[in-house]
């Protein structure tokens, strides 16, 4: 047995978050299931020895590279990891790390990618209809981007109530009616992607002011009816962890696995799309 990190990606939209909780279905839970079919540790063991993860992504969310970390025997490939795991969670590449490798403490960056959908707030259609309720001035939200970077007390921009000084940055690039919002920082707190997003999406959207985005960035608590809500969870995903003296070695048969089974969840959710559209279009 050695130190070993795995990179998984997953489909957070049919789990309750990656950490294990009672009485409702998680990737961790399904990740140490998977360990204990393939007797990667006892049945009676509470994990695997040495085991961390890099996060903790909440309820909905997806991820590309989450990474953990165990004891893990030299079999143990990701191919054969992906043997025992539900098909929306597989492990693509593998690592050999140091014995006192850390898969939380060792990570010096973290990447979200946050898909909002945001019509431009210029764009009319042939019939000089007014924007769409979502559209967005794109200027106005690279211009809070801007702002939430760097180094703040992000006290009410998440419910931690500790260790809320964080420096991200955060920045947005136009994909047709989509801004594709990267935030990018050593470390995050609960929530922090989710509630940046819907903060400069209230600003973009002319709900907030500059205002009130620096107001909310004050470390005085803000009242109650000024909260900021979390963007929904589904369209966020952990895109990338980063540990400098770790080499990731993809295999080429867990990553095919990988991409089909992803794959074909777009092509239900394309699907779907198209049955949604055509009962939007049906009540007339």
């Known amino acids: 047995m050695s130190m070993r990190a795995f990179r998984v990606a997953y489909d957070g939209t049919d789990y309750y978050g990656f950490q294990r909780q009672p009485d409702v ?143 991200p940055t955060v920045e947005a690039s136009r994909d047709g009616d989509y801004l594709v919002v990267t935030v990018t920082a050593g470390g995050f707190a609960r929530e922090l992607v989710r509630q940046l997003v819907s903060l400069a999406r209230s600003v973009g959207i002319g709900e907030r002011s500059f205002d009130d985005l620096e107001r909310a960035l004050d470390p005085d608590p803000l009242p109650g009816h000024e909260g900021i809500a979390p963007a929904p969870p589904e369209p966020l995903v952990l895109t990338d962890v980063e540990y400098p003296d770790l080499e990731f070695e993809i295999d080429e048969r867990a990553a095919a696995s990988a991409r089909s089974v992803f794959a074909e969840r777009r092509l239900e959710r394309r699907t779907g799309a198209r049955v949604a559209g055509q009962l939007r279009d049906g009540v007339d």
């Open 25 to 167: 279905p998680t990737v961790e839970d399904a990740i140490f299931d998977a360990l204990r079919a393939l007797e990667v540790f006892a049945p009676d063991a509470d994990k695997p020895a040495g085991y961390a993860a890099a996060g903790r992504t909440d309820a909905g969310v997806s991820a590309l590279a989450q990474t953990v970390a165990f004891d893990a025997p030299a079999w143990l490939v990701p191919r054969a990891f992906n043997g025992e795991l539900p098909a929306g969670i597989r492990a693509w590449a593998a690592a050999d790390a140091p014995d006192d490798f850390h898969a939380t403490h060792h990570a010096t960056r973290r990447e979200y990618t946050y898909h909002l959908y945001a019509p431009p707030a210029e764009r009319r259609d042939g019939t000089g209809a007014p924007p769409a309720r979502d559209a967005i001035d794109d200027d106005r939200f690279r211009d809070a981007c801007d702002a939430l970077s760097g180094a703040h007390d992000f006290s009410n921009l998440t419910p931690d109530d500790h260790n809320t000084e964080r420096s």
